[in-house]
């Protein structure tokens, strides 16, 4: 089972892209990597996920490195409303969340 | 489509007291799970249930009892309330707890909890 660890907090921005990390490097061969956001003590709401692959949704594009030990969530353009914790965990982990990254898009 | 409910919103206890969360998942979800989140902190598993009559411990589960009669419902009670039980609770389901495709967990509003 994948234990994330991801950085406490970041800034970003506005209008420019936002790039999260997150390393996951016990993760297991059939293990998928999930990110969620939590907007200001709102419940969590999923954004995106993946195997293998690159990829993208209408929110964020996922860059998973090709040993899968490491993947970047990317918010192309942020916008101020992406103030938020993002959390990135496996999903063999028992829906265990760590502390999150913190990200601050400023003006 | 309602997906994951919980009441109370808000709830003031008085130290000692009890008091149930409800949560209730239209989804048909196998699995569920409490949350609690203190100021600036991230969410931490107080207890699980992978389906009906099944419960199991998460990584804070002293002062709280669980049980799961049904698929769609997951009270979460309080026995005796304590300060330290101030915090902010969600309530989360999903289909699978585990090496799914599509496995999204779903989060409640949260409850508002504070134990004076």
């Known amino acids: 089972d994948a234990k994330t660890t991801q950085p406490t907090s970041m800034d970003c921005a506005e209008g420019r892209a936002a790039n999260l990390p997150c390393n996951h490097s016990t993760i297991s061969g059939n293990e998928y990597v999930y990110w969620y956001r939590q907007i200001h003590s709102q419940g969590p709401q999923y954004i995106i996920h993946?195997?293998?692959n690159n990829e993208t949704n209408e929110m964020a594009s996922l860059i998973i490195t090709e040993d899968r030990k490491s993947s970047t969530l990317i918010l192309p353009h942020a916008t101020l409303r992406d103030t938020a914790v993002y959390y990135c965990i496996g999903d063999n982990n028992d829906m265990r969340f760590g502390a999150g990254t913190r990200l601050t898009v400023k003006p | 489509n309602a997906g994951v409910t919980q009441t109370p919103k808000f709830q003031v206890l008085k130290t000692g007291q009890s008091m149930t969360l409800q949560c209730a998942q239209d989804?048909?979800?196998?699995?569920m799970s409490w949350y609690r989140q203190d100021p600036g902190m991230g969410l931490r598993l107080i207890h699980y249930?992978?389906?009906?009559?099944?419960?199991d411990q998460g990584e804070v589960p002293n002062g709280y009892n669980v049980s799961r009669s049904t698929t769609e419902d997951f009270p979460l009670r309080l026995l005796s309330a304590a300060p330290s039980q101030t915090s902010v609770y969600f309530c989360a389901s999903s289909y699978s707890n585990r090496g799914r495709a599509g496995n999204t967990i779903y989060f409640g509003e949260g409850s508002w909890l504070t134990v004076v």
């Open positions: 249930s992978v389906g009906a009559g099944i419960t």
């Open positions: 993946g195997l293998k």
């Open positions: 989804m048909n979800h196998e699995y």
